[in-house]
């Protein structure tokens, strides 16, 4: 008997007791490839609890890592001898970032410390 592969554009012709299936060798392997490369994406798929923890570790890592770096920046644009002494929005700005600045510094030298 002969039998004709169809997948992919193909018109492989074989005898039946030479390769089993209704695919061709080629036809075969490459099919193979194809449920690997699903397997795979499949198996690296995340999941939107993934999506959202990564996001939040993103956050932390700007909170910890570019917090600290643009505090100087910050503290500069906003202090009150920069908007005449009297502004209670550059007094407010600043006694937050003091603060910030502080704690940040707590936390580093308290995980300094426990290492």
Known sequence: MIIT????????????????????APCSLKRMEELKEKKAKKATRKSPQHEKFAAILD?????????????????QLCHPDKHGGNSVAA?????????????????ITTSRCRR
């Open 5 to 24: 592969c169809r997948a992919y554009g193909c018109a492989n012709r074989w005898e039946a007791r030479s390769w089993p299936g209704n695919l061709c």
């Open 59 to 75: 956050m932390y890592e700007l909170a910890l890592v570019d917090f600290p770096k643009m505090l100087p920046t910050l503290l």
């Open 91 to 107: 007094n407010k700005a600043t006694e937050w970032l003091l603060r910030t600045r502080g704690a940040l510094n707590n936390q």
